[in-house]
């Protein structure tokens, strides 16, 4: 579904990312893990048209994105969310997922303007549709809040449910439990688990490896740039770079 | 449902459209309270800014970018009319229209090049084209009367209905206030409209949601553009002279002024802010004299203690202390 060939990013002269290839595959989740630098936020801003890379492609169902910008990108049925979460704190919970259907909204301003009744129609439609994913996530009792005051862990679902709710073809999720404690991790982990049933194919970048292990069916590790290891998880494990790169990662911070 | 219920859901659903038909009802029967010409006359003059404000707020409040140049456009309707008015003869309607089409031209144009700067840089951009276009007003004395200002502009008129008294000018001017406020609001309130919210609130974010944010920016300034210039025929025909000190630098600070205190975002908010810097001078004799430093005070206060404006501001905080309170509600 998602293919990236020869992947390289270099910041004047740095090298971020180098000759990055795997694949990502149609009703998947699949893993990117790495030690803190290896170049995983790199990688997903080159994927979404943040950052254009230096050399190498992004195929998309066969069709090269990497020239794209990044709302085309978005509009071909690529969502995301952020690691560090970029709602609209002014708008409220329901518009705020509401955002997620953009794609869908039209983008005619003078027919916006003339609120025409094919519009009128179609606003109930995808606030219906923006309502259905707040229930989802168990957030449709805070549908009209303004985003600024919801606490960190409902703020993580509002930004699932408006990764979500236009039913994209491929889901990246930037390290979607970071900073939740255990009991919220285990309640996005399930809702991780009820996309990935209903046939979403999803990338995920996470450091908890625990849910990377529950969840993925393909693992891919970054270390300083560099792909050094892909499989299921199980295989990953046991793989010495893997462990050589997080071991002495760890004891670096240690 | 009980037919309280129903009400309180008639409410909610219909909110805007019943705001908008309050404001029209209270501005429909506002001449039989106050007949007085001269409040009629600064009435009017809130009208006419707010329709260039309403326009800039999208601009700044919803796209998140600057302009210090508005009134450019404002002057380039007035001169615009005016010019195709008496030096070439035009009917005033279609007249307004050319020169509403021709500024989209130039806003376009300008636009284009100019919206990929941020921040300050687009801030002097736009203060350097209303610059240029002032010192144009004030060289060409041929076209634009130079510094003495453009006499003799004909009232609008609908055949021998003429729009020449200050009650008339009421109806007509508010009529396309209102007309405004509400394609305004219809925007705001759409799929367009959230885009352009979540533009200015973090444009990575919003290009990630499919938000085409550099044409998105184009389309809105364009559209600002328009409103000012409407606005500004609008001014060249209520008061039938111009001069180039009506489109200067410190008038487009002045209507930044006015999207700030209203509030950023805010399209209500813009009826207010215009009224209020247009009835300010009638409230403070002294005012005249020190207008800037007193403008540049509400700014600065506006900014430190309620940085979203006045009215978006003090809303932003009792929706999140509702909001808060129900929290509490919820947890107890």
Not at chain 1, 23 to 47: H, R, W, Y
Not at chain 1, 138 to 149: Q, T, Y
Not at chain 2, 18 to 45: C, D, I, K, Q, R
Not at chain 2, 200 to 213: F, H, K, N, P, Q
């Given at each position: 579904?998602?293919?990236?060939?020869?992947?390289?990013?270099?910041?004047?002269?740095?090298?971020?990312?180098?000759?990055?290839?795997?694949?990502?595959f149609p009703g998947q989740v699949t893993a990117l893990i790495g030690p803190n630098g290896a170049g995983k936020s790199t990688l997903i801003n080159c994927m979404t048209g943040v950052l254009q890379p230096s050399s190498g492609r992004v195929l998309f169902r066969g069709a090269?994105?990497?020239?794209?910008?990044?709302?085309?990108?978005?509009?071909?049925?690529?969502?995301?969310?952020?690691?560090?979460?970029?709602?609209?704190?002014?708008?409220?919970?329901?518009?705020?997922?509401?955002?997620?259907?953009?794609?869908?909204?039209?983008?005619?301003?003078?027919?916006?303007?003339?609120?025409?009744?094919?519009?009128?129609?179609?606003?109930?439609?995808?606030?219906?549709?923006?309502?259905?994913?707040?229930?989802?996530?168990?957030?449709?009792?805070?549908?009209?809040?303004?985003?600024?005051?919801?606490?960190?862990?409902?703020?993580?679902?509002?930004?699932?449910?408006?990764?979500?709710?236009?039913?994209?073809?491929l889901i990246l999720l930037d390290e979607p439990v970071a900073g939740l404690n255990a009991a919220e991790t285990a309640a996005v982990g399930e809702q991780l688990h009820l996309l990935r049933r209903a046939g979403h194919t999803l990338l995920l970048i996470e450091h908890d490896?625990?849910?990377?292990?529950?969840?993925?069916?393909?693992?891919?590790?970054?270390?300083?740039?560099?792909?050094?290891?892909?499989?299921?998880?199980?295989?990953?494990?046991?793989?010495?770079?893997?462990?050589?790169?997080?071991?002495?990662?760890?004891?670096?911070?240690? | 449902?009980?037919?309280?219920?129903?009400?309180?859901?008639?409410?909610?659903?219909?909110?805007?459209?019943?705001?908008?038909?309050?404001?029209?009802?209270?501005?429909?029967?506002?001449?039989?309270?106050?007949?007085?010409?001269?409040?009629?006359?600064?009435?009017?003059?809130?009208?006419?800014?707010?329709?260039?404000?309403?326009?800039?707020?999208?601009?700044?409040?919803?796209?998140?970018?600057?302009?210090?140049?508005?009134?450019?456009?404002?002057?380039?309707?007035?001169?615009?009319?005016?010019?195709?008015?008496?030096?070439?003869?035009?009917?005033?309607?279609?007249?307004?229209?050319?020169v509403a089409g021709l500024v989209a031209l130039v806003a376009l144009l300008v636009g284009i090049p100019a919206l990929r700067l941020t921040g300050h840089y687009l801030a002097m951009a736009t203060l350097g084209l209303n610059f240029v276009f002032h010192t144009i007003l004030?060289?060409?004395?041929?076209?634009?009367?130079?510094?003495?200002?453009?006499?003799?502009?004909?009232?609008?008129?609908?055949?021998?209905?003429?729009?020449?008294?200050?009650?008339?000018?009421?109806?007509?001017?508010?009529?396309?206030?209102?007309?405004?406020?509400?394609?305004?609001?219809?925007?705001?309130?759409?799929?367009?409209?959230?885009?352009?919210?979540?533009?200015?609130?973090?444009?990575?974010?919003?290009?990630?949601?499919?938000?085409?944010?550099?044409?998105?920016?184009?389309?809105?300034?364009?559209?600002?553009?328009?409103?000012?210039?409407?606005?500004?025929?609008?001014?060249?025909?209520?008061?039938?002279?111009?001069?180039?000190?009506?489109?200067?630098?410190?008038?487009?600070?002045?209507?930044?002024?006015?999207?700030?205190?209203?509030?950023?975002?805010?399209?209500?908010?813009?009826?207010?802010?215009?009224?209020?810097?247009?009835?300010?001078?009638?409230?403070?004799?002294?005012?005249?004299?020190?207008?800037?430093?007193?403008?540049?005070?509400?700014?600065?206060?506006?900014?430190?203690?309620?940085?979203?404006?006045?009215?978006?501001?003090?809303?932003?905080?009792?929706?999140?202390?509702?909001?808060?309170?129900?929290?509490?509600?919820?947890?107890?």
């Amino acid at each position: 579904m998602l293919r990236l060939e020869q992947l390289s990013k270099n910041f004047g002269g740095l090298p971020a990312l180098s000759q990055v290839s795997f694949e990502v595959f149609p009703g998947q989740v699949t893993a990117l893990i790495g030690p803190n630098g290896a170049g995983k936020s790199t990688l997903i801003n080159c994927m979404t048209g943040v950052l254009q890379p230096s050399s190498g492609r992004v195929l998309f169902r066969g069709a090269s994105i990497s020239s794209l910008a990044a709302h085309q990108i978005a509009r071909c049925g690529i969502a995301r969310t952020f690691q560090n979460l970029k709602l609209f704190p002014r708008l409220s919970v329901l518009d705020n997922v509401l955002t997620g259907l953009t794609c869908e909204a039209g983008s005619s301003m003078v027919m916006a303007m003339l609120r025409l009744p094919y519009l009128r129609h179609r606003e109930r439609r995808l606030r219906l549709r923006a309502l259905e994913a707040l229930d989802r996530f168990g957030l449709g009792d805070k549908a009209d809040w303004p985003a600024a005051v919801l606490a960190y862990g409902d703020k993580k679902r509002v930004e699932l449910a408006r990764a979500t709710v236009g039913n994209p073809q491929l889901i990246l999720l930037d390290e979607p439990v970071a900073g939740l404690n255990a009991a919220e991790t285990a309640a996005v982990g399930e809702q991780l688990h009820l996309l990935r049933r209903a046939g979403h194919t999803l990338l995920l970048i996470e450091h908890d490896m625990d849910l990377v292990m529950k969840l993925a069916d393909q693992v891919v590790v970054l270390d300083s740039g560099q792909k050094i290891a892909r499989g299921t998880p199980a295989e990953v494990r046991r793989n010495p770079r893997v462990l050589e790169a997080y071991l002495g990662c760890m004891e670096a911070t240690a | 449902m009980t037919d309280r219920q129903k009400f309180l859901y008639f409410i909610a659903l219909h909110r805007t459209g019943l705001w908008v038909t309050a404001l029209s009802l209270l501005l429909l029967v506002f001449p039989l309270v106050e007949n007085n010409p001269y409040t009629l006359g600064l009435t009017n003059l809130i009208a006419i800014h707010a329709i260039v404000v309403l326009g800039l707020n999208l601009f700044i409040g919803y796209a998140g970018q600057i302009s210090l140049g508005h009134a450019a456009f404002f002057g380039l309707g007035a001169y615009g009319s005016a010019i195709a008015c008496v030096t070439f003869g035009l009917d005033s309607w279609l007249a307004m229209l050319l020169v509403a089409g021709l500024v989209a031209l130039v806003a376009l144009l300008v636009g284009i090049p100019a919206l990929r700067l941020t921040g300050h840089y687009l801030a002097m951009a736009t203060l350097g084209l209303n610059f240029v276009f002032h010192t144009i007003l004030l060289q060409w004395d041929q076209v634009t009367g130079g510094p003495s200002g453009f006499y003799g502009i004909p009232s609008l008129s609908l055949g021998s209905f003429a729009f020449d008294d200050e009650l008339r000018l009421h109806y007509l001017l508010w009529g396309l206030a209102l007309l405004s406020l509400l394609l305004c609001l219809n925007l705001v309130r759409s799929g367009v409209g959230r885009g352009l919210s979540a533009l200015a609130g973090d444009e990575i974010a919003a290009a990630a949601l499919g938000v085409d944010t550099r044409r998105a920016k184009v389309k809105v300034f364009v559209l600002s553009a328009v409103l000012a210039s409407v606005a500004g025929s609008l001014f060249a025909h209520t008061y039938g002279f111009i001069s180039p000190d009506s489109f200067g630098i410190f008038v487009s600070t002045d209507l930044v002024i006015m999207v700030v205190i209203g509030g950023m975002g805010s399209i209500w908010g813009s009826l207010f802010g215009a009224a209020l810097i247009t009835l300010l001078p009638e409230w403070m004799d002294l005012f005249e004299t020190y207008k800037d430093f007193v403008h540049g005070g509400i700014l600065v206060l506006v900014l430190m203690f309620l940085p979203q404006g006045l009215i978006t501001g003090l809303l932003d905080l009792l929706r999140v202390q509702l909001a808060r309170l129900r929290q509490k509600n919820v947890t107890a």
